[in-house]
């Protein structure tokens, strides 16, 4: 990562914090601290176990013409961070999975931190690219199938997280198959 890059990387990211100026000035002298960041404004985070996530990163950067968002790791929970666009309504569902948005927070080392429990797979570039829900969807079932295939499951025993249709109110549930 080049100085301009990891600088608008650093702009970027501390820009979802309370006080960018304080997070900007550890990160900028080096320090690899972590900091709290608010998501829903810039950015959501679908959180997923790392067996799937660690699969759903290889494939998306597979995947032709489409860049991937930051990915962060989170080794001590061993979970994977995708950055989406915000939601206003999160739709995400799945065993295992969380989908963080407004008023919630998520920790996040400096863009360059490659390194330790808690890190940048794909570091935030600084310009805003983050990973569409479609194609984030396309490659969690992808890697669902691989798993399925892999362990030996049977690949409809196997869901991923998915967006849902939004329920409105009176309208029947629908039901898991």
């Not at 914090?17 to 810039?42: C, F, N, S, T, V």
Request: with cysteine; glycine share 12%.
């Amino acid at each position: 990562m080049g100085l301009t890059q990891w600088t608008k990387a650093n702009e970027w990211l501390a820009a979802a914090a309370e006080d960018p100026h304080a997070y900007k000035g550890d990160w900028q002298r080096g320090g690899g601290g972590i900091h709290l960041l608010a998501a829903g404004r810039l950015w959501d985070v679908l959180i997923v176990p790392a067996c799937l996530g660690l699969r759903a990163a290889d494939i998306l950067d597979d995947l032709p013409r489409t860049g991937a968002g930051p990915v962060l790791l989170d080794g001590r929970r061993r979970e994977i961070g995708f950055f989406l666009p915000p939601d206003p309504a999160p739709t995400w569902v799945g065993d295992a999975s969380r989908y963080i948005t407004r008023g919630g927070w998520i920790a996040a080392p400096a863009p360059h931190c490659r390194w330790g429990d808690l890190r940048w797979l794909v570091p935030p570039d600084g310009s805003g690219a983050l990973t569409t829900a479609d194609t984030m969807e396309l490659a969690l079932y992808r890697a669902t199938q691989e798993l399925a295939h892999c362990h030996g499951a049977p690949a409809h025993a196997c869901r991923p997280p998915h967006r849902s249709t939004p329920v409105t109110a009176g309208a029947p549930v629908p039901r898991e198959r």
